[in-house]
Each structure stands twice: as C-alpha cells, then as structure tokens.
C-alpha cells in the first residue's frame, strides 16, 4: 500500500497558492462596471453597478445590497464572516450539537441571532413567499447541497437580482472572495481571510505537534462506508498548515462513485488499511465516537488506536466555513497547546 504525504512546509506554501489561487479565480467570476481592478482604486459606490458571472449566468447588481437573502445555508456563515447585510437566511430542521433552535449551524448562530437575521424558511423547505416577503435586494443560492435553489433561479431573479453558486467545489475563502465581489466588500473577505491565516500560522508555532503522520477521517462504525480525507480536502489542508504531516488513504480503497477532491470512502472491512495515519482527528465525531473507534475490535492495531491519538473535532467540524474552521484550530490548540 502506498500513502501519499504532505509536509508541514509544503501544506503551507499550498495554502498560500490556494489563496493566490483565490484571487484569480474570483477575479474571473466578476465582471465589474468598472473592473474588479478599477474598483480598488475608487469608493465602493463608484464600483456599482456591477455585473457578475455565477453559476447560472450573468446578474446586474444596480447597488450596494443592504438586505441580502440567502437560500444557501451552507454559505451563511462565510457572508457574516465578510460582515454582508444578511437580513434572512434559510434554515434546517435543528439538531442537537450541530444547529440552533433556529436551525441555524451551530458555528455561527450567535453571530447570526446578534445581527438580527431571520429564518428565511425552516427545514431546508423552499417557500418563494418568504423571498418575497423578505424584501431583499440580492438573493444568493445554490446549484449544490440540501440548500440547493437553483431550479427557482428564474422566480427568485424576478424578485431581486440573484447571483447562484457552487459552494462545493469551493473553499470557504474562495466562497468568501466570491461573496465579497457580489457585495462590493472585497476587503472586508479580504481582512477575513488575512486574520484567519494569522491565527493558523499562531498556533501552528505554538503547539506541539506529535511526531509521525496524520489524517482527518469520519467514522461511521462499521455500518456504513467511513471516509479518510484527501490532501486536497480542505480538512488536510487546514490541518496541514497547523504543522501536521498529512497521509490519505491508497486510492485503490476508494469506493466514491463519483470523483471527489474532500474524502475517500472506504468500506468498513477496509478501514484498518486506511486509517494508517499515526494520529486520526475524527471530522464530525465526539467522545463517544473516539471511544466507538478505540474499541471497535477490527481496529485495535492500527496506529492511532495502539497510540491513543485520536481526537474529535466536534459536530461542526464537516462543514467548513471561516466559523467551524476557526473552531477545528481552537480544538488543535487545545489538545496540542501544553
């Protein structure tokens, strides 16, 4: 079996290409009235309007927006990140550790209940009256997720200009560089990404990595495929540039039907030859997952186990925006801090 590596220095230069990349990328996205370029150069009111290419087209943003809706769920956290003027977003049904009372994930519910945003719709349950009633000046969407809106994409345009995205293909700083363009905040995406990356490369200095190799896995037992995270995966990425030396699981392992760039899926009676890393942070798990994993008898030689490195990120940790992401580096710095 082969395991392809990452280490700590190269985790770090591929980040700062990731967000060189960012850049780049976004700046494709946007066609602005003037260009993204001019637009640095005058006030945010001379950079409207603005045209922008998504998902689903070309979108005409007339103004600033001072009251975005947001169907999209999984984006809601990086808009707050960037301090976009959400006034509703959609919601899901709550669950307990991973949402508000409000369905709200859990990561940014506070910040979202401070800025007095409203449940757009519960449950994931498209409602066009809410939209509407909403009155919003720029709606956001999805083509991808539970939050998918895009077949609406032609009501909701006839309501407020609507800009429709990809969020799964994408990091939560791409997200948040995109989502800047569309609300004329570019540097407030910007200051985000910046202190984010300053708050890694600070605990990254700090904590004491343990030696030999690791990888972000989520464990579902034994009654279902588990997954192993790939090192294009933003998990292995982030934990990457915290210092630790990332493995992945021998593609041969991969039961994925379709190509993914996040996670490997392994069947449950191939988990022993995938979960090789020395440490395993368990995506999506808690205690009661780490001690499932400890004592699961098909795993107890492998080297987390033999070990005793194995730690949960939480219930948030799956998901990653500029939120859950500042949660799973938080964790990090606990368990490594000293």
Known sequence: ?????????????????????????????TAAEPTATGAAEETVEAAFPRTVTHELGETVIEEQPERVVTTALSVTGNLLAIDAPVVASAASTPRAGMTDDNGFFAQWADVAVERGVEVLYPNLEFDLEAVIASE????????????????????LSAIAPTVVINYSDKTWQEVATIAGEWTGLED???????????????????????EGSAQAIVFNNLEHDSAVGKLTGPHATLLGALGFEIVEADASLDTSETARDDFAFVAPENLSAAFTGDSLFLVNGDESTQEALA?????????????????PLGPTSFRIDYFSALTIVEDV???FGG
């Open 295 to 311: 004592s699961t008898e098909l795993l107890q030689e492998i080297p987390a186990v033999v070990n005793g490195q194995i730690y």
């Open 333 to 335: 710095e606990g368990y």
């Open 136 to 155: 919003p000046d720029l709606i956001i969407a999805s083509t991808t997720g539970a939050d998918a809106a895009a077949d609406y994409y032609d009501e």
């Open 188 to 210: 407030q995406a910007a200051a985000a990404i910046e202190g984010f990356d300053a708050r890694v490369a600070e605990v990254a200095a700090a904590i004491a990595q343990p």
């Open 1 to 29: 079996m082969v395991n392809r590596t990452v280490s700590t220095g190269v985790a770090l230069a591929a980040a700062a290409l990731l967000l060189a990349g960012c850049s780049s990328a976004a700046g494709e996205e």
